[in-house]
Each structure stands twice: as structure tokens, then as C-alpha cells.
Nanobody, 124 residues
Framework: QVQLEESGGGLVQAGGSLRLSCAAS????????MGWFRQAPGKERDIVAA????????YYADSVKGRFTISRDNAKNTVYLQMNSLKPEDTAVYYC?????????????????WGQGTQVTVSS
């Protein structure tokens, strides 16, 4: 079993930055493809970014390309999401997720383990 714990969410003004962290336990992070998702009220949970096991492959949703960066430190069993130039439409609960697959970019159904989520609120 894998446990995931997100941190780093909060309230920020438009144009600001936040860095989310996801600490994994229960399994070596290097054996897992990782992703960040977000869900706004009344909307589906959508993928934001994904990273392959070794970190060589990354994927970004069009809405965050050029603003968000996903990275991982397998030695620390931690995945990060650096979010810059934040917009009010980025407001959502952000979830860290882990997949037993090498690299999963097709959506939530490919992910096997989930964190509890962290709220990100961007004010205008």
C-alpha cells in the first residue's frame, strides 16, 4: 500500500506562486508514475501534470503549460508541483496520485493511490 500526503496549498493572489509537495510512503517512489490532479467545485477531477518513474518524461495539461512544473526527488520520496503565474481559475483542490504504470497521462482511472488533497485558492 502507498500513502500520499500533500502539503503547500493555501491562498495566493493572482500572479503569485505556490509549490505543492507530495510525500510518499509504503513503497519506493521510483517504482511509481506520479501525477497531480485538481478538482474545482462541481467539476470533474482533471489531470494537471504527470511525471514518469525516472523523471525523464513529463506531461502538462494545456491550461498549465509554461506556468507549472512537475518534478520528483526519488531519494526523498517526494514529488513537487511548482505553480507560477497563478490565475483565479487555478482554484481547486489539488491531489497527488501514484500509478503502478511507468507513466500515466490519460486520467484518473490510470492511478491507483491518492492523497487527501490540498486546497489552492487564487484571489483576483
Amino acid at each position: 500500500q502507498v500513502q500520499l500526503e500533500e502539503s503547500g496549498g493555501g491562498l495566493v493572489q493572482a500572479g503569485g506562486s505556490l509549490r505543492l509537495s507530495c510525500a510518499a510512503s509504503g513503497r519506493t517512489l521510483s517504482s511509481l508514475g506520479m501525477g497531480w490532479f485538481r478538482q474545482a467545485p462541481g467539476k470533474e477531477r482533471d489531470i494537471v501534470a504527470a511525471i514518469s518513474r525516472g523523471g525523464g518524461g513529463t506531461y502538462y495539461a494545456d491550461s498549465v503549460k509554461g506556468r507549472f512544473t512537475i518534478s520528483r526527488d526519488n531519494a526523498k520520496n517526494t514529488v513537487y508541483l511548482q505553480m507560477n503565474s497563478l490565475k483565479p481559475e487555478d482554484t481547486a483542490v489539488y491531489y497527488c496520485a501514484a500509478s503502478r504504470s511507468y507513466f500515466s497521462v490519460d486520467g484518473a482511472r490510470e492511478y491507483d493511490y491518492w492523497g487527501q488533497g490540498t486546497q489552492v485558492t487564487v484571489s483576483s
